[in-house]
């Protein structure tokens, strides 16, 4: 197998969540080219704020062959890809358009909220032009300033959007539950669930999901998956990046939760793997597979490969080209040697 890179950075608009700051992301493309001469291509962009390897570190585990999780799904991935692209085909034309629904991503705070929106647009307004467009969900990324993101969810709960909120786990036990109980009145029929509330604690999250409820996403590895016979949460997050889907698709059967499938907020190329997973497995599993978070990109300045994702409101459609696209940017792309 040979391997080859090329470094992107992406540009977040606004701060992203409540761990990482507005500094540009660094990721890198995969080109893999296998013995049997298909070549396919995959994103690697790690969280390093998250626990990951940065990416030099698994530059090098793929190199000496000892990659991550997350080198070893870049891998599938780009085997994937190299098989589409071998029989001329594009990964999306198997599916019906409009297989699933993705939320839409709120990730910048109110101080933030007019100038990225416009000055002169509302809250109210641009929650309204959300649903006019076909959203049904909001996901807000929550735990940074938590009066104004009361004010935020109320406005969302006014437009009668869902609501999804993640902390990734910045708070403790007692402020949320405070934070929880001091929501308008309004809010709380409008939550779907609370995506990593406060670090996992079997017992903790036991009390929490008596008033809502819960999504287990970056908390994934803390979960003693093999001691428990129950799970104090309803919702598994697959992130395709990151996770062995099929294993994660066993826990939700397991343990009888729903799944949610989202990009790793990474490059356009990721987020087209991930929306070809939650495509692929929604029209799999059916109910059992929620509204995705594929949508990412608009958390990004726009750059060329974002601007071939095809999307109206909510859905996600292909991406020109063979395989999961961008044939000519990943051609004209600088590719260095593994
Ligand atoms: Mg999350």
Not at 122 to 150: A, H, P, W, Y
Request: glycine content about 6%; charged content about 25%.
């Amino acid at each position: 197998m040979k391997i080859s890179f090329s470094t992107y950075f992406l540009t977040p608009k606004k701060r992203l969540n409540a761990i990482s700051y507005g500094a540009k992301r660094e990721g890198v493309l995969l080109k893999v080219e296998w013995e049997d001469g298909l070549i396919g291509f995959a994103d690697l962009h790690p969280w390093t704020e998250l626990g990951d390897l940065s990416v030099a570190d698994q530059l090098k585990g793929l190199r000496q062959g000892h990659s991550t999780i997350q080198g070893q799904q870049s891998l599938k991935f780009a085997r994937r890809d190299a098989e589409f692209r071998q029989k001329n085909l594009n990964a999306f034309d198997q599916f019906e358009t409009k297989v699933v629904k993705n939320n839409f991503l709120f990730s910048n705070n109110i101080d933030s909220a007019n100038s990225n929106l416009g000055s002169e647009i509302s809250l109210d307004v641009f929650f309204e032009n959300l649903k006019r467009v076909g959203f049904s969900t909001v996901k807000i990324k929550t735990g940074i300033n938590l009066e104004n993101e009361k004010y935020i969810l109320e406005k969302a709960a006014h437009a009668g959007l869902r609501i999804r909120l993640d902390f990734n786990a910045v708070l403790n036990f007692p402020d949320f539950m405070n934070f929880m109980s001091e929501l308008p009145e309004s809010v709380m029929p409008q939550i779907e669930y609370v995506e990593d509330p406060f670090p996992f604690n079997a017992k903790t999250w036991a009390e929490a999901k008596k008033i809502v409820k819960l999504a287990v996403d970056n908390q994934f590895d803390k979960v003693h998956w093999d001691a428990l016979a129950t799970v104090p949460f309803d919702v598994l997050v697959i992130k395709p990046a990151k996770v062995d889907v099929e294993n994660a698709m066993a826990l939700c059967h397991k343990f009888n939760l729903k799944a949610t499938v989202t990009s790793y907020m990474d490059h356009a190329l990721g987020i087209s793997h991930s929306a070809y997973e939650a495509m692929r497995l929604k029209e799999k599993y059916g109910e059992l597979i929620l509204e995705s978070g594929c949508l990412t990109h608009h958390a990004y300045d726009p750059d060329s490969f974002s601007a071939e994702l095809h999307t109206d409101g909510p859905y996600f459609y292909k991406v020109n080209g063979t395989g999961f696209g961008f044939d000519a940017l990943l051609e004209e792309a600088s590719w260095t040697p593994l």
